[in-house]
């Protein structure tokens, strides 16, 4: 049982702009979590559609949360960008198991789907900020192979 | 957000053997259920290592649930046929994400995680089987290419 690694960079985005004291950009981020910048694009492209991340261009410009860590909803975030919640082959409107109709056993997954959003529901991005200097100080540690950092100075 | 279709199957062999008034052959489910004899092969022979399912060979043998429905735990099930909970990356061994010793979202994740299995242990296969004559019913349906059963008369 996996969620997918996009809502894993989504979340991890947020956490970096919750993190920073500054504007970031897509650039510095990938290198931060040395992760695909092509990858962290469509996210990054995604979050801003949501509402969650904001961007501006030009000198100082970059990206940044849309607003306050503590109206952004962990839960709601992965509802929005995981998009698939086909757990087993009954939930898709594809399903050809015969005996869906009658079965019990999709309640059952439905209901622990929900209990599994329902505690997503109960945190914001605030509450992974308290400690906002450890986070960033992890991923000021030089990497092996640094790239420059488009970053305006 | 997946359960994989091992998890699914096993559970669907569980569902089939229960509301089975007979014992039953993985060629019979794989027929019933339209799927892979070879994948459902696999998935009985954990079930049956597990100690869900029991096996006799010969005449009038076939496969059947080894303890009653009532004593069989889903969440349990899940747990050991799902195998992987590598939710996201840092849950596993092989985790680079540079934030892991800091991040707080893990915490929340497991929550969550727990939160599912939680929900599923709430349920034992004898739930699913008061409709057992539906389930069956629905099962019986001819195939658009029957193949012959490997059941005993």
Known sequence: MH???YT???LRVLIYLGASPE???IAEIAERYQISRSH???VVNQLVQEGYVEGTRGKGGGIALARPAAQIVIGEVVRKVEGDFTLVECFGADNQCRIAPAC???GALYQALQAFLAV???YTLA???PNAEALMALMQVPTAHPVQLHRPA
Do not use: E, V
């Open 3 to 5: 969620i997918t690694q």
């Open 8 to 10: 894993d960079y989504a």
């Open 23 to 25: 504007r970031a950009t």
């Open 40 to 42: 962290l694009m469509k």
């Open 104 to 106: 019990r056993l999709k």
């Open 120 to 122: 997503l529901d109960g």
């Open 127 to 129: 509450d992974f900020l």
